[in-house]
């Protein structure tokens, strides 16, 4: 009997095409793969390199990326399998061949002039965004984790206020200049106009980051709702509680059910982001203290 490869259903003989997905049936569907496992993408040859790798795809918004360490010094660059399509499609945008995926198995040459469009693209990101970026993967936890879409919020509201303002703070000395008002003279007007252009390139600037952070917010929300979704299954109040000690005090069962929650939860995304973790699990046990109230 065929069946379809992507929603696994079963078909009569003689159908050759899933109603559903649209795609060819075939005859024998292949092995299921755990989505969680890592997958290796690239040999790197040392730890700063691979950093920067991991970096990229951070900043795209694979949350799962991450580096191995191998027997003979080198390391391995790793996704989850669920974000194995999308992070070699991110290394094919900037790879510099005809668009193609670039083959996984690559020499050192190629991996260094990968590495060059790598760096090129995070050169763009500002000063400070870059180095909490590195900061987060060199700690085991960062203090705050940020979403990409708080981010991307954060920013599209600064910039349109920015440019909102430039905007009024022009017609402001239009009004001026015009004398319908009387507020400020030449000097005072340069030194505005000044003011009102930086405004407005700020205002421009964060609208430009905002939009290459608009690209990756569905592929961040699309990983969190995974870990979510397990999070609500499987840390339940009961399993919560059963990890609390009546010998210790409040702030100790604190510290001891959150790092307890933590390992959990990191055994199940061994790559994902432990600032994110922590701070999920932390939420996960203030909402279980208030159910006890």
């Known amino acids: 009997m065929p069946w379809c490869p992507k929603c696994r259903n079963e078909y009569v003989e003689g159908v050759t095409t899933c109603i559903d997905c649209g795609v060819e049936l075939v005859d024998e569907l292949p092995e299921e793969t755990n989505p969680e496992a890592p997958v290796s993408l690239y040999q790197i040859k040392d730890e700063q390199t691979g950093d920067k790798f991991v970096a990229f795809l951070r900043y795209g918004g694979l949350q799962t990326a991450g580096l191995l360490p191998e027997e003979d010094g080198t390391y391995r660059l790793v996704v989850a399998e669920f974000e194995r399509e999308a992070a070699e499609k991110m290394f094919a945008e ?8 670039p083959e996984l198995s690559m020499d050192e040459q190629d991996v260094s002039e990968l590495l060059a469009a790598i760096e090129k693209q995070l050169d763009e990101l500002e000063a400070e965004e870059a180095s909490a970026m590195f900061s987060e993967l060199r700690t085991e936890a960062s203090s705050v984790y940020v979403k990409k879409k708080d981010k991307y919020t954060d920013l599209k509201f600064s910039g349109i206020s920015f440019i909102v303002f430039g905007i009024l703070g022009f017609g402001l000395l239009a009004l001026n200049v015009l004398d319908i008002i ?6 005072s007007t340069l030194i505005m106009a000044l003011v009102f252009v930086i405004f407005i390139g700020v205002g421009v600037t964060s ?11 569905s592929e961040e929300e699309k990983t969190t709702d995974r870990v979510l979704d397990w999070v609500d299954k499987n840390i339940t109040d009961e ?3 059963a990890l609390f000690d009546a010998e210790l005090s409040e702030e100790d069962n604190y510290f001891q059910v959150h790092s307890e929650l933590c390992r959990i939860v990191s055994e199940e995304f061994p790559l994902f982001s432990k600032s994110y973790i922590d701070q999920l699990m932390d939420e996960r046990y203030n909402d279980y203290c208030e159910g006890r109230q």
């Open 239 to 241: 399993r919560i509680a």
């Open 94 to 101: 900037i790879s510099s061949g005809s668009g193609d995926e």
């Open 182 to 187: 009387n507020l400020f003279n030449k000097f």
């Open 207 to 217: 609208l430009l980051r905002a939009r290459k952070l608009k690209n990756i917010v």
